[in-house]
């Protein structure tokens, strides 16, 4: 069955260091791969999407690549910053119920950037 | 994008009683969605709220249990019938064809 793994433990850095996180996937092809950003008690809020024929993409501090050989997507911040502690999550489309395009998602990376 | 508001945003509901809950979206959209998130498991999608017709209801979700009204393109509801514990979490609306945007979210108790 399709599977979405990303990092489990809590990821910590130190404010103005590149936080990189990491999305794998398998058992299936996505057309495009996004990345959220999930704040306690909100909903999620998109950030970028890339699609399987891109490599990268790139938005203001935030650059994302994927590796479909690989099955494989890695979330950058450069220049972190505490407001920049949030859970991300990671979804890749495919087709649900009716052959609707749905998303599936990764259970998130917690991020927490110190002071 | 869009601007999704939701409501009730929490509820505290008896056993056996039902909740309704509602999503009103900023703009015009063709597709709307209900999640459901547990605490310790990714959001999973219930169903695709289709304008006019009957919502598309993903693997181990049904009418009976989670009927959805989408009378028009921006508004929708879900309702959680015939309450159990189990049916705790937090439920979300979502809108948008590629990328999502998802309403606040109503945390859901059950006693």
């Known amino acids: 069955s399709q599977k979405i793994e990303q990092n489990s433990e809590a990821l910590n850095i130190q404010e103005g260091k590149t936080a990189t996180l990491t999305c794998n996937y398998t058992?299936?092809?996505?057309?495009?791969l996004q990345w959220y950003r999930q704040d306690p008690g909100r909903g999620p809020v998109f950030l970028l999407l890339?699609?399987?024929n891109e490599k990268e993409k790139r938005k203001e501090r935030l650059k994302v690549t994927f590796d479909t050989t690989l099955k494989q997507s890695l979330f950058h911040i450069t220049a972190s910053q505490p407001a920049d502690s949030a859970t991300y999550l990671c979804?890749?489309?495919?087709?649900?119920?009716?052959?609707?395009?749905?998303?599936?998602w990764g259970l998130g990376t917690s991020l927490a950037v110190n002071p | 994008s869009a601007v999704i508001s939701q409501k009730p945003s929490r509820d505290i509901c008896q056993r056996g009683t039902s909740l309704t809950i509602q999503c009103q979206v900023d703009?015009?959209?063709?597709?709307m969605f209900w999640y459901r998130q547990q605490p310790g498991q990714s959001l999973t999608l219930i169903a695709t709220?289709?304008?006019?017709?009957?919502?598309?209801?993903e693997s181990g979700f049904v009418i009976d249990k989670f009927p959805i009204s989408r009378p028009n393109l921006t508004f929708s509801t879900l309702t959680v019938s015939n309450l159990s514990p189990e049916d705790s979490s937090i439920y979300l609306c979502s809108a948008g064809d590629n990328e999502q945007f998802f309403g606040p979210g109503t945390r859901l108790t059950v006693l």
């Open positions: 890339i699609r399987e």
């Open positions: 058992n299936y092809s996505p057309a495009y």
């Open positions: 703009s015009q959209v063709t597709m």
């Open positions: 979804a890749l489309d495919s087709l649900g119920a009716g052959n609707n395009r749905k998303l599936i």
């Open positions: 709220a289709n304008q006019g017709s009957e919502a598309t209801y």
